[in-house]
């Protein structure tokens, strides 16, 4: 069976500051999703990263994926408050869109 | 930029009633989905639904679910008996095609709550 683990779960920091929210998967798969929510809100798709090696950037936020250690990161560069919401990865199982999410991760950036 | 739209956005319903869930997908998409997530919980798979037919169910999707593309345009889910632990925020997905590099587009979601 396919687990999704994210950590931290909750992240709290300061403005400026640079962090990283991991992603961790037990089988294999060749692809991977990071979605924002913010409360109340839809799943909004923010990557799709497709090989191993796979890097992809927008504004403030980085993502990579390592297909053999089956690890995710996404990257926070000189964080803004505009960035608070709830992290999710997702790997899709079958290749039919069946994501298995992660829990969340929350990130609240105080200023 | 086009969405795909959920209603109600919040839906209260007594144990044992049937509950329909609606939404609309973005208009050139052919692959629906639904999701849910209960309070505090992780996003799961529902169910996946291509030319008219299930493509793909999870364990949750048991016989009181089903699906339905009544028209060209919105995509149902159907709650026949609900059932205290069916509350849970579903979210409603589409997407053009599947495969290599395909985006999802979720909606905002309806909140059922099961009294």
């Known amino acids: 069976e396919l687990k999704v683990e994210q950590n931290p779960l909750f992240l709290s920091m300061q403005e400026g500051k640079n962090y990283t929210i991991y992603c961790n998967y037990s089988?294999?798969?060749?692809?991977l999703y990071w979605y924002r929510q913010d409360p109340g809100k839809s799943l909004e798709s923010l990557f799709v990263?497709?090989?191993?090696?796979a890097v992809k950037q927008e504004g403030r936020l980085m993502a990579s994926l390592d297909t053999k250690a089956r690890l995710s990161t996404l990257h926070i560069t000189a964080a803004v408050h505009d960035l608070s919401a709830t992290y999710f990865c997702?790997?899709?199982?079958?290749?039919?869109?069946?994501?298995?999410f992660g829990a969340g991760t929350i990130l609240r950036v105080k200023s | 930029e086009p969405e795909v739209t959920q209603t109600p956005s919040h839906q209260v319903t007594q144990m044992g009633q049937e509950v329909i869930l609606r939404c609309v997908p973005i208009s050139n998409h052919l692959y629906f989905y639904w999701y849910r997530q209960i309070l505090g919980q992780k996003v799961e798979f529902l169910v996946s639904f291509y030319n008219n037919e299930i493509s793909e169910k999870s364990e949750i999707f048991d016989d009181q679910f089903s699906v339905e593309r009544p028209d060209g345009s919105n995509f149902t889910l159907k709650i026949r008996s609900t059932k205290l632990e069916d509350s849970a925020m579903y979210f409603c997905?589409?997407?053009?095609?599947?495969?290599?590099?395909?985006?999802?587009?979720f909606g905002s979601g309806t909140q059922l709550s099961v009294l």
């Open positions: 997905a589409s997407s053009q095609r599947q495969g290599l590099a395909e985006k999802l587009f």
């Open positions: 997702a790997v899709d199982k079958s290749n039919g869109n069946k994501l298995v």
């Open positions: 990263l497709l090989s191993n090696g």
């Open positions: 089988t294999t798969s060749d692809r």
